[in-house]
């Protein structure tokens, strides 16, 4: 995996999602309300579309279209529905958010 700096933290807006491009793919970044710094990649193997107008609400993703949530921290689709999304580790350096991918 390689390091790459994402954004600035002061660049996010909690709950609210923003995109960036790695390599052709695009990575969707959330902060939680409790401060919490996730990635993931942003399209849905259930819908095939993008989760980054997704509603955040603690830990989790709520996709509004299809009504199922999805783990910030495992990127797992929740019961009853199936499947997973896939997860960035996120580091912070000061202000620096920066992923492996």
């Known amino acids: 995996m390689t390091k790459i700096f994402a954004t600035k933290k002061s660049k996010l807006i909690p709950r609210v999602g923003r995109l960036i491009t790695v390599d052709g793919k695009n990575i969707a970044i959330f902060q939680t ?12 193997p259930l819908t095939e579309a993008p989760i980054l107008e997704g509603i955040v609400s603690g830990d989790f993703l709520y996709e509004p279209m299809r009504e199922y949530k999805i783990s910030l921290v495992t990127g797992e689709i929740q019961e009853p529905d199936e499947g997973q999304v896939t997860v960035y580790p996120v580091e912070l350096s000061g202000e620096d958010i920066y992923l492996e991918v």
Do not use: E
């Not at 309300?33 to 849905?44: E, M, N, P, V």
């Open 33 to 44: 309300t409790s401060g919490s710094i996730h990635a993931l990649a942003d399209y849905c």
